[in-house]
């Protein structure tokens, strides 16, 4: 285990039916003790995995589930392969009786193989059980997502999304890092990764200094704290954060909202199609471009278009969805040629 001084902050007295804006806008990580400590599952959770599992399965929807599956070599860190052409664990449709039942079958095994279903829309898969167990996010408009499996570790990686994940059932620890620490965690791929979000190529259980020298740098920099049935954690959009579940059953809840509407699209494409058309330009034109980044992007002001009549500056305009529509159009004709 990393040795990390700085914990966490922790809130106290926050309710799941009254989150405070200020939580809600923090800019840095914070732990919502017993946020979710009424929830039913929790509470079946505190007498047993068995009786949580039972509550789970109450709500079954009966679709299948995606779940990833490695053998007990990996001992649960969901990663690549050792070249990087693939990754260390299979895709397998599993119902959700059969996904908690193995889950079961190797509860007291030292060694069990990993199993691990990752951000299951609630609403679709158990429906109902929001009515019960639920925050009061109605403002977010956020996604609600289920995560359930034995332990496992997954690597450091970030998420556009603000997050609000609520540890259910079993406990995790989680280790964040700000956004600044990308050059000191050694991220790899971001067109193949293991979940969709690109990932640090750091084994936080036995680090190899000789490899990744700056990881040394993000670890004083981070941030750690282990949550409980009940406790939850706000991660700020873009911090990056390493997730391990610590128990035979291990049931996560998140809430996912964005500060923006959804149809203005993800950052990643935009990431991608910049690789795709600008990375590789000559030096003193990627220049002029970055210029016209800071120009449109990420410094705009008034002034810049003060002088196009507002209604001839098309794109430059505030961006409503009529208008994100058209754009994509645009760019899905252009990117085919």
Same mark, same amino acid.
């Given at each position: 285990?990393?040795?990390?001084?700085?914990?966490?902050?922790?809130?106290?007295?926050?309710?799941?039916?009254?989150?405070?804006?200020?939580?809600?806008?923090?800019?840095?990580?914070?732990?919502?003790?017993?946020?979710?400590?009424?929830?039913?599952?929790?509470?079946?959770?505190?007498?047993?995995?068995?009786?949580?599992?039972?509550?789970?399965?109450?709500?079954?929807?009966?679709?299948?589930?995606?779940?990833? =599956? !490695?053998?007990?070599?990996?001992?649960?860190?969901?990663?690549?392969?050792?070249?990087?052409?693939?990754? &260390?664990? /299979? #895709? %397998?449709?599993?119902?959700?009786?059969?996904?908690?039942?193995?889950?079961?079958?190797?509860?007291?095994?030292?060694?069990?193989?990993?199993?691990?279903?990752?951000?299951?829309?609630?609403?679709?898969?158990?429906?109902?059980?929001?009515?019960?167990?639920?925050?009061?996010?109605?403002?977010?408009?956020?996604?609600?997502?289920?995560?359930?499996?034995?332990?496992?570790?997954?690597?450091?990686?970030?998420?556009?999304?603000?997050?609000?994940?609520?540890?259910?059932?079993?406990?995790?620890?989680?280790?964040?890092?700000?956004?600044?620490?990308?050059?000191?965690?050694? =991220? !790899?791929?971001?067109?193949?990764?293991?979940?969709?979000?690109?990932?640090?190529?750091?084994?936080?259980? &036995?680090? /190899? #200094? %000789?490899?990744?020298?700056?990881?040394?740098?993000?670890?004083?920099?981070?941030?750690?704290?282990?949550?409980?049935?009940?406790?939850?954690?706000?991660?700020?959009?873009?911090?990056?954060?390493?997730?391990?579940?610590?128990?035979?059953?291990?049931?996560?809840?998140?809430?996912?909202?964005?500060?923006?509407?959804?149809?203005?699209?993800?950052?990643?494409?935009?990431?991608?199609?910049?690789?795709?058309?600008?990375?590789?330009?000559?030096?003193?034109?990627?220049?002029?471009?970055?210029?016209?980044?800071?120009?449109?992007?990420?410094?705009?002001?008034?002034?810049?278009?003060?002088?196009?009549?507002?209604?001839?500056?098309?794109?430059?305009?505030?961006?409503?969805?009529?208008?994100?529509?058209?754009?994509?159009?645009?760019?899905?004709?252009?990117?085919?040629?």
């Amino acid at each position: 285990m990393l040795e990390i001084n700085a914990t966490v902050k922790s809130i106290d007295g926050c309710k799941a039916d009254s989150i405070p804006d200020e939580v809600l806008h923090s800019s840095e990580p914070l732990v919502l003790r017993d946020l979710i400590a009424q929830w039913p599952l929790v509470a079946a959770a505190k007498n047993s995995a068995a009786e949580a599992a039972n509550y789970l399965l109450s709500f079954d929807s009966g679709k299948p589930l995606t779940a990833m =599956v !490695g053998d007990a070599a990996i001992k649960g860190h969901l990663f690549y392969n050792d070249n990087l052409s693939g990754f &260390n664990f /299979d #895709y %397998q449709r599993l119902h959700l009786a059969e996904v908690l039942e193995q889950l079961a079958t190797h509860r007291d095994s030292s060694s069990p193989p990993t199993l691990y279903v990752g951000s299951t829309n609630v609403d679709n898969w158990l429906p109902g059980f929001r009515q019960h167990n639920d925050l009061n996010l109605a403002e977010q408009n956020p996604i609600a997502s289920v995560w359930i499996g034995n332990r496992s570790r997954i690597s450091a990686h970030y998420d556009f999304p603000t997050n609000i994940a609520c540890c259910a059932v079993g406990r995790r620890r989680f280790t964040l890092f700000p956004p600044d620490q990308l050059d000191n965690l050694y =991220v !790899g791929p971001i067109d193949v990764t293991p979940a969709g979000q690109p990932i640090s190529l750091v084994d936080f259980n &036995n680090p /190899d #200094y %000789q490899r990744f020298p700056k990881f040394r740098q993000a670890v004083k920099a981070a941030q750690v704290v282990e949550l409980e049935p009940g406790d939850a954690i706000l991660i700020p959009s873009m911090w990056w954060h390493h997730v391990e579940a610590l128990e035979p059953l291990n049931v996560l809840v998140n809430y996912w909202w964005r500060d923006t509407p959804h149809y203005l699209g993800g950052p990643l494409n935009v990431l991608q199609h910049g690789i795709l058309g600008l990375r590789d330009l000559p030096p003193e034109q990627r220049e002029v471009w970055k210029q016209l980044f800071d120009y449109y992007v990420f410094n705009p002001d008034p002034e810049h278009i003060a002088h196009i009549p507002e209604q001839a500056r098309g794109v430059l305009n505030e961006i409503d969805e009529a208008t994100a529509k058209k754009i994509r159009s645009m760019l899905a004709q252009k990117l085919s040629h």
